[in-house]
């Protein structure tokens, strides 16, 4: 079971930019596709951010993010990235990483591998 590691994130202000990275352990991504979901105390459920096709570098966005946040990888680094812009205070939440050995898009039953999961705080 492949192991992702996040890092990134943490607090900014309202309109400012933060970016996540994803890495799987060893330095070489197993995956068919990577996804970003994201967690509010207010639901209970991740909710689906963007995915992208690894070799094929095909993005998919929730429309919610669409044209804020960009969805990206490094093949040579084995590592993911989401790229968030004009962030606002609801966009406050947990963001994962996901990765899975087929195309689960949004999907998230779907993701077999998960990371950690890292804080994004954003103030007003």
């Known amino acids: 079971q492949a192991q992702l590691i996040q890092s990134g994130g943490g607090l900014v202000r309202a309109g400012g930019s933060l970016s996540l990275s994803c890495t799987e352990r060893?330095?070489?991504?197993?995956?068919?596709?990577m996804g970003w979901f994201r967690q509010t105390p207010e639901k209970r459920e991740r909710e689906f951010v963007a995915?992208?096709?690894?070799?094929?570098?095909?993005?998919l966005y929730s429309p919610t993010f669409k044209g804020r946040f960009t969805i990206s990888r490094d093949t040579g680094k084995g590592t993911g990235y989401l790229q968030m812009s004009s962030l606002q205070p609801e966009d406050t939440a947990i963001y994962f990483c996901?990765?899975?050995?087929?195309?689960?898009?949004?999907?998230?039953?779907?993701?077999?591998?998960w990371g950690q999961g890292t804080q994004v705080t954003v103030s007003s």
């Open positions: 060893g330095g070489t991504f197993s995956g068919y596709g």
């Open positions: 996901a990765s899975s050995d087929v195309w689960n898009g949004s999907y998230e039953p779907g993701y077999k591998n």
């Open positions: 995915a992208i096709m690894w070799e094929a570098a095909v993005p």
